[in-house]
């Protein structure tokens, strides 16, 4: 599948802000500023950067607990994100969601979730409501493999099936569901397989190589924009940091970490692929780290200065009339 | 004016809506009835008989037959919502809530405060409730309480089929999500209904009856049985103001306490269950805002801390009747 430059160098670019976005939140949730649960996405940037340069604004999207990453691929603005994961009044939530909780409705993200298999029947409804649209929109499902053991998923993918709605399915696999490896809490050979028994087309992708995932997203949203029912991918990834910030890991293997920041760095991977291929020079994508580092660096300097929000807006926003 | 059975002024209510707008969808179980039958689409037409012939009129893409999914089918109430559209999802049973929690509780109530006010979710979840068809402790309760108690919920009860339209109608047009219950032992009961446009606000209480000495509150089926006690005890020389609450979420407190700041006495009819219901909601409402005005302790009629029994004779035990709430009347009364 043919990708422009431009294109490329704007799917390193969110990669590369996903990145610097967790890698530098590890930092600082170090230093005690940041309150509350944080999970962090580095490692599995491919697939939410893969998925979404698929998408455009009508398309829309339900995240996860670990959903920065979604959410930067779908075009959340970044300094609102850092400013909400601070906890501030003009974050992209006003301070009333954090980290779990943030959303965008009008880039087509219906919200990251608390709630492990909360976003797959919710993402059904968007595309009942695409198909009534009729422009050819579709709704994307992230999960990972912890919600693939969660009944509301499969609820969700046989209405999916059931009313032909154009849903996508995409379970990122990391291998771990909270602190249990998946070798033990799935049961089935692989998810895209409980996908397929529901009646739907699915596809088994390595999630850690930007270009693999981007090339089968074609064939997958292709299906999907055709009318021809939902659909599945099994994206094979990796998780870098913890469940959460502040999870000692102790269930990882000896080395485990490094070798698959050696070996599964999916940045790492676009770079050599893209150096190979000559699709983009190694000075524009030196120049990119440096424009999203100053970037991360401003969002987290602002964030810190910004205002918390003010006590009496504890009572706003629950309904739209009234208090 | 039309005499109408509570149903059908449902069934009405949610044609006119569908033709009025048409990013009004309908979604839940058997609403439609016979997919994937020899006997085909709308052979049921819903077991409730509130959504027959929509299928027919209006197609398959907006009056959405799901399978036995719950949390599919509010879950994907809420995806409407919030993605345009006016979903109208029904839950056969109210009791089915405990499948569907989360998508009610953590998902639709919540989406617009965590996502700090950006968003709305106009969704309508209609759901089937109460005691009085001897259905047994899963298809029989009534699950007002823990619904008011989410923030983020408007929570609607009709009393009347006059009511049933007027409050469905605005549930459809607000901007919030809103759980529309409807008493299955209501469904046959017959009233005037207005003709064409017809709304009632919410937190609007109704006086469906009139008198000075005792104030009874009441939502629902207890509405039909308060009035009965009232008009009961009015022939008996005592007076009693009946206030129907047509909406426990937003409540109408001015209402409950302008009436006990005249009579003085208070009367709280709940068909659930005593603890931490809307009951004993009221009667914390009155003591702590209308206390100088109380000439005798607040009473309750409730069901007992029990689950809903099956057996004619037990299910009459269970819940209260005009007869229990005359008799709470009167313990007002005598109490020195």
């Known amino acids: 599948m043919q990708i422009s430059e431009d294109a490329l160098k704007k799917a390193y670019r969110q990669m590369k802000t996903i990145r610097m976005f967790e890698e530098r939140l590890h930092d600082e949730i170090m230093t005690g500023e940041i309150a509350g649960f944080t999970h962090l996405y580095a490692g599995q940037e491919a697939v939410a950067v893969g998925v979404c340069e698929h998408l455009d604004f009508n398309d829309t999207i339900a995240s996860t607990h670990r959903g920065h990453g979604h959410c930067i691929a779908k075009g959340c603005d970044v300094k609102g994100m850092m400013l909400e994961i601070y906890g501030r009044a003009d974050g992209i939530c006003k301070g009333k969601g954090g980290s779990m909780h943030i959303a965008d409705i ?5 919200g990251a979730n608390g709630i492990v298999g909360g976003g797959p029947p919710i993402v059904v409804g968007a595309a009942l ?16 493999d912890g919600a693939c053991n969660q009944g509301t998923t499969f609820e969700a993918m046989n209405l999916a099936v059931v009313t032909n709605a154009p849903a996508i399915f995409a379970f990122e696999n990391n291998h771990y569901s909270e602190h249990t490896g998946v070798a033990y809490a799935v049961g089935s050979e692989d998810i895209a397989g409980r996908a397929e028994s529901f009646g739907m087309k699915a596809w088994r992708v390595d999630g850690c190589d930007f270009f693999k995932v981007y090339e089968t997203m ?7 924009r ?7 991918v099994e994206f094979d990834t990796e998780r870098f940091f913890g469940h959460f910030e502040g999870d000692p890991q102790n269930y990882r293997g000896e080395g485990e970490i490094a070798r698959l920041r050696k070996e599964r760095d999916c ?3 676009f770079r050599e692929h893209a150096a190979k291929n000559k699709l983009v020079s190694k000075k524009d994508l030196d120049a990119i780290d440096k424009e999203v580092s100053d970037l991360i660096d401003k969002s987290v300097e602002e964030s810190r200065a910004a205002a918390p929000p003010k006590a009496e807006d504890v009572l706003t926003d629950v309904y739209i009339d009234y208090i | 004016m039309a005499e109408l059975m509570l149903r059908e002024a449902i069934l009405q209510t949610l044609f006119a809506e569908m033709e009025r707008d048409e990013n009004v969808v309908v979604l839940g179980e058997d609403i439609v009835g016979g997919m994937g039958t020899e006997g085909g689409p709308e052979a049921i037409g819903g ?3 509130t959504s027959a012939g929509l299928y027919d009129k209006f197609g398959g893409d907006r009056v959405i037959d799901t399978p036995i999914s719950e949390s599919a089918i509010i879950g994907a109430a809420g995806g409407l919502g919030l993605t345009g559209k006016r979903p109208v999802a029904e839950i056969m049973f109210a009791d089915f809530l405990g499948v569907c929690m989360d998508q009610i509780w953590n998902q639709m109530a919540k989406f617009r405060y ?5 968003t709305e979710c106009p969704a309508v979840v209609r759901m089937i409730y109460g005691a009085g068809l001897n259905a047994a402790a899963q298809h029989s309760q009534a699950p007002h309480g823990i619904l008011t108690s989410m923030p983020g919920l408007k929570v609607v009860m009709p009393s009347t089929p006059a009511d049933a339209k007027g409050l469905l109608t605005t549930a459809i047009r607000d901007q919030d999500p809103v759980i529309f219950l409807e008493h299955k032992a209501l469904y046959a009961e017959k009233g005037e209904v207005p003709e064409g446009e017809y709304t009632i606000p919410f937190g609007h209480a109704r006086l469906a009856h009139a008198g000075e000495d005792v104030t009874i509150v009441a939502a629902g089926l207890m509405v039909k049985f308060a009035t009965k006690a009232a008009q009961g005890l009015a022939e008996q020389g005592i007076g009693c103001d009946v206030i129907d609450l047509r909406t426990t979420s937003p409540l109408d407190e001015e209402a409950i306490l302008d009436s006990v700041e005249n009579t003085g006495r208070l009367v709280v009819v709940d068909e659930s269950p005593p603890r931490c219901g809307l009951a004993t909601d009221i009667v914390s409402l009155v003591t702590n805002k209308a206390y100088a005005s109380l000439k005798a302790p607040p009473e309750m009629v409730t069901s007992p801390h029990t689950p809903v029994p099956f057996a004619r004779e037990l299910e009459k035990a269970y819940l209260p009747s005009p007869g229990k709430i005359a008799d709470a009347v009167q313990r007002t009364l005598a109490w020195k």
């Open chain 1, 267 to 269: 940045i790492t991977i």
């Open chain 2, 47 to 49: 077991i409730w008989g």
């Open chain 2, 114 to 118: 965590m996502f700090g006010g950006k």
């Open chain 1, 106 to 110: 009008e880039k087509g993200m219906l």
């Open chain 1, 226 to 232: 055709a009318g021809k029912g939902p659909a599945a």
């Open chain 1, 218 to 224: 074609g064939e997958v949203v292709d299906h999907v």
């Open chain 1, 129 to 144: 409501a695409a198909k009534l649209y009729g422009d050819g929109r579709l709704a994307v499902a992230f999960s990972g």
